[in-house]
T-cell receptor, first 114, second 112 residues
Framework: KAGVTQTPRYLIKTRGQQVTLSCSPISGHRSVSWYQQTPGQGLQFLFEYFSETQRNKGNFPGRFSGRQFSNSRSEMNVSTLELGDSALYLC?????????????FGNGTRLTVT | EDKVVQSPLSLVVHEGDTVTLNCSYEVTNFRSLLWYKQEKKAPTFLFMLTSSGIEKKSGRLSSILDKKELFSILNITATQTGDSAIYLCAAPNTGTASKLTFGTGTRLQVTL
């Protein structure tokens, strides 16, 4: 079974630009979550999508948004990029996002904002 | 606020040694605790421990959960250089299973 696939692997953007990251979950998984990983803050939850609806949201500004499509694939968008947005963005999928369904992570997208 | 604390922060051992990694947690309405291994990019799922499954084993790796004392340990026996990684412990947020609170991780380096 293929794992969680994220594209692109690397991105370099300039302050003020916007960026879209993509995630394809494991086949049969309907819940997709996004995390930001930085050396200083570790892994932090951005949001979760289930059945094309945002089900949960972390403490990030509105510049961070996402969506999920009917095939469970998800995209994350960051607008008006800031230097502090440089991070590894990880997507994770689970069967249904419930407590007995562990998250499985993709390889991430490394975003560098200059 | 949920809290997960791991120790030690880093560890260097020789191949063949046995290591024990620690994770303590403070989570309202505890449901489960998860262990991940992160080598370069993706955290790879290792174990999930719950009230009904407080001990897990897979090959040289094993983990136990002590719900009374609110901690978990991850044991790796006969370590190999391929075990070098950051080991992360995480607990789901109350009411939001997909929102994991992660510890800072333990960086394990296995040398020849």
């Amino acid at each position: 079974k293929a794992g969680v696939t994220q594209t692109p692997r690397y991105l370099i953007k300039t302050r003020g630009q916007q960026v879209t990251l993509s995630c394809s979950p494991i086949s049969g998984h309907r819940s997709v979550s996004w995390y930001q990983q930085t050396p200083g803050q570790g892994l932090q939850f951005l949001f979760e999508y289930f059945s094309e609806t945002q089900r949960n949201k972390g403490n990030f500004p509105g510049r961070f948004s996402g969506r999920q499509f009917s095939n469970s694939r998800s995209e994350m968008n960051v607008s008006t990029l800031e230097l502090g947005d440089s991070a590894l963005y990880l997507c994770a999928s689970s069967i249904d996002g419930e407590y007995n369904s562990p998250l499985h992570f993709g390889n991430g997208t490394r975003l560098t904002v200059t | 606020e949920d809290k997960v604390v791991q120790s030690p922060l880093s560890l260097v051992v020789h191949e063949g040694d046995t290591v024990t990694l620690n994770c303590s947690y403070e989570v309202t309405n505890f449901r489960s605790l998860l262990w991940y291994k992160q080598e370069k990019k993706a955290p790879t799922f290792l174990f999930m421990l719950t009230s009904s499954g407080i001990e897990k084993k897979s090959g040289r790796l094993s983990s136990i959960l002590d719900k009374k004392e609110l901690f978990s340990i991850l044991n790796i026996t006969a370590t190999q250089t391929g075990d070098s990684a950051i080991y992360l412990c995480a607990a789901p947020n109350t009411g939001t299973a997909s929102k994991l609170t992660f510890g800072t991780g333990t960086r394990l380096q296995v040398t020849l």
